[in-house]
């Protein structure tokens, strides 16, 4: 690396920097799309991109959002309380549910055939099938459509997790299932528990899920540093802010802090192209955030010569690069390979790794990258606390932040600056 502004920008990052930033936007609270904690991180990145310089330019969106208020999930044979977490955008039962619980295995259709279910709360073992349980909508219809009144998920870890009760689905119309169940998730240690009263006859449950489903205005916020030669092509980097629960360190405080950090580092030059950074909300679930914004942009989205979405890279181990990904009603989608190959190249230039891996479902990138613009997205899947109270800041390493930077600093400085066709 020769160029003495990459060498600049690169001694310039700190990684420490980035977790300062985790910190804070982990005290606001959760910061589900339309929260106090939404407005409040909104707020923090805006105010940093002002002193910094960027133009800001919003993008109001309006999507459902999902506020959990109290779970209640007793045993009432022997008044056990478990801890349960609703996965979002499940149905709520505000006056309470009683049930005996029957074990339903993997909670697949075949799993059904000759067990009676009506009126009942079914529970599915999410341990033996690892982490393919993310999109509960079709375990949830499943057993509505079977008759069963409310559904238990028991979670592989430790600790309760997160989930959605959405149906998987790229498509935005098909987001949601038309029929579910009040649900939610336990972790393995208290499925112990239930799996033990179950096995000695003692079924009877209490199921309060006290919750709320409604539309809620939001602001997709990008602050752009503007090019001096082509200002109206764009390199844009994309993170969410929103958290599925809160303090979301990982998810996606870390790609938040990159991006602030990255912003600070980079505005400091003038690139031939301009450089967007993209503070996006409710991507949790299917994304719907992004998508509002790649509707209201699609004229000037062929325009943006590229896309890098940092969601999830402060805990886990080596860093991927997303390849290839799949949604329950998409082919696998292809991630641009010259634009991989792109960040592998300056990662291997800087001494670092990024390995590739083939992703479940998606992020944030997809949305562009269905709307024609090449798109990446670095990631570190092996994050335990994952959607779980346990993905707190401590557990972000700032060295592993400061690699992510300075890859992906590099790698926009180099495409907002070269020349056009190479
Ligand atoms: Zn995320």
């Known amino acids: 690396m020769n160029d003495p502004a990459e060498r600049k920008i690169q001694s310039e990052i700190h990684g420490l920097n980035a977790l300062r930033h985790i910190e804070r936007i982990c005290e ?10 939404d407005q409040k991180t909104l707020n923090y990145v805006r105010d940093h ?42 149905e709520a039962c505000p006056d309470g549910i009683e049930g005996e619980l029957v074990y339903i295995g ?25 982490w393919d349980w993310f999109w509960l909508g079709p375990f949830s219809k499943r057993a509505a459509t079977h008759g069963a009144v409310g559904l238990i998920i028991i979670h592989p870890f430790p600790w309760p997790n997160r989930m959605s009760m959405e149906a998987g689905n790229f498509d935005i119309r098909h987001r949601f299932v038309d029929q579910q169940v009040p649900s939610v998730c336990i972790s393995a240690l208290d499925g112990l528990t239930v799996m033990h009263h179950i096995g000695q006859g003692k079924t ?71 450089v967007e950074f993209i503070c996006s909300t409710a991507e949790e679930g299917s994304a719907p955030g992004a998508w509002h914004f790649v509707q209201a942009h699609k004229e000037r989205l062929p325009k943006m010569n590229a896309l890098i979405n940092l969601d999830m890279l402060g805990t886990g181990g080596r860093l991927n690069l997303a390849e290839q990904g799949q949604w329950h009603d998409t082919e696998p989608i292809e991630f641009a390979p010259w ?7 300056v990662a291997d230039e800087l001494g670092y790794y ?34 779980s109270e346990h993905d707190t800041p401590e557990k972000i390493d700032p060295n592993s932040l400061k690699a992510v930077i300075d890859i992906v600093a590099i790698a926009i400085w180099r495409l907002a600056n070269e020349e056009p066709g190479s």
């Open 28 to 37: 606001f609270g959760d910061r589900f799309v339309g929260t106090e904690g």
């Open 49 to 90: 991109y002002e002193k910094l310089g960027l133009k800001i330019e919003l993008t109001n969106i309006r999507v459902p959002t999902y506020e959990e208020r109290s779970i209640e999930l007793v045993l009432t044979d022997t008044g056990t309380e478990l801890k349960a977490i609703s996965p979002y955008f499940t």
């Open 106 to 130: 993997e909670g697949r259709e075949n799993d059904y055939d000759g067990i009676a279910v009506g009126g009942k709360i079914v529970v599915l073992n999410e341990a033996s099938t690892g």
């Open 204 to 274: 009877n449950t209490y199921l309060k899920i006290d919750s709320e489903i409604h539309d809620v205005d939001s602001v997709i916020l990008s602050g752009v540093i503007e090019g001096s030669q082509w200002p109206e092509e764009r390199i844009a980097l994309i993170g969410h802010r929103d958290s599925p629960i809160p303090p979301a360190a990982n998810d996606n405080g870390s790609g938040i802090g990159c991006q602030l950090e990255m912003a600070r580092v980079l505005s400091g030059f003038r690139p031939k192209r301009s």
């Open 339 to 345: 634009l991989l190959e792109k960040l592998e190249n």
């Open 354 to 387: 990024v390995g590739r891996i083939v992703a479940e479902t998606t992020s944030e990138e997809t949305r562009f990258h269905e709307a024609g613009v090449p798109s990446a997205w670095l990631y570190k899947w092996d994050d335990y606390y994952y959607h």
